[in-house]
């Protein structure tokens, strides 16, 4: 507590937030007839946009935050039965230097835009917003929470633009369908919010003045007033598709699952329902997403599960409503992530392995029958339901009798997820709950041992604003618990995430014969968001037996943390040479449940731009001292962590130019006899050759030392001091390079044609085997040296332990993976909400036991690799019954 109060009082006295007490502008929407209104041509030639009131007065974010702009800009809303109309007059003194670049919808490039953006909700926290560039390229942005932006938010509408002798203009017609909001005879008033980027100067704009050093967007609109007689939107939109892939890759022409063409043709439909004019039900059937594009290539050395984004559209769009756990603060360490939608429809997870599987053909994903979720407001209260079902999925495989049999690696699943909130004092309070839910059906008995039978999360959070918004106080408290059998909830028990075996934790033991674990999650921050001097004070905790990773994605448990930022930015440096800068300080103190400091760190950052658009920033932060590490030995005793350092020094040029780049560098060592060391250089080249064509190069090198690779765990008695168990461990130096390579084609604003390739070598090298010596310590005793005889076979190393313990073996670790991705898009919206897509998918992946790098040879063989071409050709139709 005296820590917040020192906080408060430092802000308090230091950093008072600018105040924007001026009353928001207002512009009244004109009703127009069936037989008055607009052609869509983006023109505003018609008689009704000369009879429409006018928004102007817009004022600069930036470069200069308040002043006028530097150029005119008027705004007109109209409206009729079925949409909303907005048009845009961007008057310009050099029309000639309006930059208008194609690109695909929603590809935030160098261009002229407007936007405008709609609370129709009238909540001051939820805006629907849509923009346009000069060359007619469109946005959609779904705003929530007062100022996060969802960009995967699609809706149905459209606009046109058109050139003119002081500048260009836009008209949009928006349908009403595509909104959330309150009907009835009466006039209502919406929130509203005019924007204007001019890209050869950098200049934003608002009509209702948006300032760097105040929080908020959505909450600091002007008003929409005029809005009368709308009727309710409760339309139907189906759009079905049509999709068949074609996949050739080399095979084993003795497996009888094996088939160098195999085609697969597939139907499905995505459904959009208006169950009120503020609530929507989204459905899909049988999904298809093949047009997505593959995850990255890794290499993954630690324990710990890699977390992808998600990119398949049902789950990414209007995911807004389903965030939880997420106080406001600026920097958090050890928090969960409640819902990962990457969950359904994941990879089976039985594997099938052993001598009675001659043979295997065994589903990449588990299929998605129907997902479905509701969301939207009624009155004060946002609402979300999401439920999905995953079928049983069933693998076949050849038995030694020569037998094709099936059996089932993935149980039927149902997902749920339902998340309320309430609005009070005009969304500058919140408070809310969320409630997810995984039920398998275990209808074979093999499943009892790999899947538990059900989980469930439940939890509160709360939102509370004062100040003009400049303070904001926030909490998350929530539980879980898993269901299973004996055996699934012992190995939930010694999962990564938490390591209740560990023999030395005094306050951790497992639970023989549980069939359940249970749980709590907490977190608390004070933050300022408004001024030049902002920051958070943050505390959570993460108690041993929590865990959300059947619908979540949690990587540790037993953690008690607290983080704190401090962060200045000058917007106004009162210099021709620079136009911002600024930076921040910010900490994180961690430690166990036994009282063990896990994390101490302490950060700097820096960053400036110049008058010419150039920038560079510069990282510096550490590991302040030794501080135990509680995971280096895997489910074994505590070890420690040497002090550390670590330096990322980076910049970009002008992005306005044909051509511009960004690069940067890491390096990190550790501060011990045999300091450990990571390298990283990068480089986004970006190539605009003309308005239509786009080459984006990106080349990462990468090197790093490590001296506690973790091996593998051997049980003896001997080994006394490490509580019966070698934990063995070896010195590996590792040299990785990707290249990614982007083009991007646009013909039209609705015909694109997109190319990807990423060539991805990793290499690692192992040397200086050998075992923790002490538990508590980074002490270890390499064999052959300190302790023991190391015997090195042709594919494996043999270990005869010093203190006359048994003889152990390990497989040789090193090696050499190669990779290449690639992907050819080409998309076509032929008509709003529809579109065919053309893709080719091809992989490339290759594995040797080696540990050398060659990037010559290396490269090379990337292309001596069997090969997997995928062919896919998908349809969609959108209908708005």
């Not at 407001?377 to 946002?382: A, E, L, P, T, Y």
């Not at 780049?661 to 003309?690: C, K, Q, W």
């Amino acid at each position: 507590m005296t820590l917040i109060l020192t906080f408060a009082a430092f802000f308090l006295t230091v950093g008072t937030a600018l105040q924007d007490d001026d009353a928001p502008p207002s512009v009244r929407a004109v009703r127009v007839e069936a037989a008055a209104k607009p052609t869509l041509d983006g023109r505003l030639d018609e008689a009704a946009w000369a009879g429409a009131e006018v928004a102007t007065g817009f004022k600069q974010l930036r470069p200069n935050a308040g002043e006028p702009a530097t150029q005119r800009t008027e705004a007109f809303v109209l409206y009729d039965e079925d949409a909303l109309w907005v048009g845009f007059r961007c008057h310009d003194t050099n029309p000639d230097e309006v930059i208008a670049q194609l690109a695909r919808r929603d590809d935030w490039n160098i261009s002229d835009k407007v936007f405008v953006s709609l609370d129709s909700y009238g909540d001051g926290r939820t805006a629907f917003g849509f923009g346009v560039n000069a060359a007619g390229v469109k946005y959609d942005i779904l705003t929530y929470n007062d100022n996060n932006e969802d960009m995967s938010w699609d809706a149905v509408w459209d606009v046109a633009v058109a050139r003119t002798d002081d500048g260009w203009t836009a008209e949009f017609r928006i349908p009403f369908s595509q909104l959330r909001y309150q009907t009835g005879a009466a006039a209502r008033t919406w929130g509203v919010q005019f924007q204007r980027d001019i890209a050869r100067t950098d200049e934003k704009t608002f009509w209702a003045p948006i300032l760097p050093e105040v929080d908020g967007f959505v909450s600091r609109f002007g008003t929409l007033e005029g809005l009368s007689g709308l009727s309710s939107p409760r339309r139907l939109e189906v759009q079905p598709y049509l999709a068949s892939r074609l996949t050739r890759e080399p095979g084993d022409a003795d497996n009888p699952f094996y088939s160098e063409n195999d085609f697969i043709g597939s139907v499905g439909a995505d459904v959009k329902y208006g169950l009120t004019s503020n609530l929507t039900l989204s459905a899909t059937i049988n999904p298809d997403f093949g047009q997505v594009e593959a995850d990255p290539a890794v290499v993954n050395l630690s324990q710990f599960e890699v977390f992808f984004q998600e990119r398949r559209p049902f789950f990414v769009e209007g995911v807004d409503v389903f965030q939880f756990g997420r106080t406001r603060a600026f920097n958090v360490n050890f928090r969960p992530t409640f819902f990962y939608s990457r969950r359904i429809g994941r990879r089976p997870q039985r594997g099938l392995s052993g001598d009675e599987f001659v043979y295997t053909d065994s589903p990449d994903q588990t299929t998605i029958a129907t997902a479905a979720k509701v969301s939207g407001k009624v009155g004060d209260w946002s609402i979300g339901v999401l439920d999905a079902v995953t079928m049983e999925e069933q693998a076949q495989y050849l038995d030694p009798d020569g037998q094709r049999l099936e059996t089932p690696v993935e149980p039927l699943t149902n997902y749920a997820v339902g998340r309320v909130k309430r609005d009070f004092r005009e969304g500058q309070t919140v408070i809310g709950g969320l409630f997810t839910a995984t039920n398998r059906s275990q209808s074979e008995p093999l499943f009892a041992d790999i899947t538990p039978d059900n989980a469930y999360v439940g939890g509160l959070d709360f939102e509370h604003a004062w100040g003009n918004r400049a303070w904001t106080v926030s909490g998350v408290v929530a539980g879980s618990i898993v269901n299973g059998s004996e055996g699934v909830i012992d190995d939930l028990q010694r999962a990564p995430q938490r390591y209740l075996q560990r023999p030395d934790a005094n306050h951790l033991s497992i639970d023989e014969g549980a069939t359940n674990l249970s749980g709590v999650y907490g977190e608390f921050s004070v933050a300022k968001t408004s001024g030049k001097l902002i920051g958070s004070l943050t505390a959570n905790h993460v108690s041993p037996g929590f865990d959300v990773n059947d619908l979540g994605f949690q990587f540790r448990s037993d953690v008690y943390s607290h983080s704190g930022i401090v962060i200045y930015n000058e917007n106004d440096p009162g210099s021709d040479l620079l136009r911002r800068w600024g930076g921040n300080v910010n900490w994180n103190v961690a430690l166990n449940g036994d009282g063990q400091t896990i994390n101490r760190r302490l950060n700097f950052n820096s960053n400036v731009q110049f008058a010419n658009l150039w920038g560079a920033g510069l990282y510096v932060g550490g590991n302040i001292g030794e501080t135990y590490n509680d995971r280096l030995t895997r489910g074994g005793p505590v070890a420690t962590r040497p002090a550390d350092i670590s330096t990322n020094p980076w910049f970009y040029t002008d992005s306005r130019k044909a051509v511009s780049a960004e690069a940067y560098s890491f390096l990190r060592t550790e501060f011990v006899d045999n300091p450990e060391y990571d390298l990283s250089l990068g480089v986004d080249l970006s190539i605009r050759p003309s308005s239509s064509l786009e080459f984006t190069v990106s080349p990462d090198f990468s090197t790093e030392f490590d001296t506690d690779q973790y091996l593998t765990a051997v049980d003896d008695e001997a080994a006394e001091a490490t509580f019966g168990t070698r934990y063995v461990f070896g010195d590996i130096e590792q040299t990785s390079f990707s290249l990614g390579l982007r083009a991007n084609w646009t013909f039209t604003p609705d015909l694109t044609l997109q190319l990807f390739a990423r060539p991805f070598i990793t290499a690692g090298r192992y040397s200086g085997f050998k075992q923790l010596s002490e538990p508590g310590t980074y002490d270890f005793d390499v064999y052959g040296r300190d302790t023991g005889t190391l015997i090195e076979r042709e594919d494996e190393f043999e270990v005869i332990p010093g203190d006359g313990g048994e003889v152990f073996s390990f497989d040789k670790p090193d090696f050499n993976f190669r990779s290449l991705r690639g992907s050819a898009v080409v998309r076509w919206e032929y008509r709003p909400g529809s579109a065919i897509f053309f893709v080719w998918q091809q992989q490339r992946d290759g594995f040797e036991p080696f540990g050398d790098f060659d990037l010559d040879r290396d490269f090379g063989a990337i292309f001596r690799e069997d090969v997997q071409n995928i062919f896919l050709v998908k349809a969609t139709y959108w209908l708005g019954i």
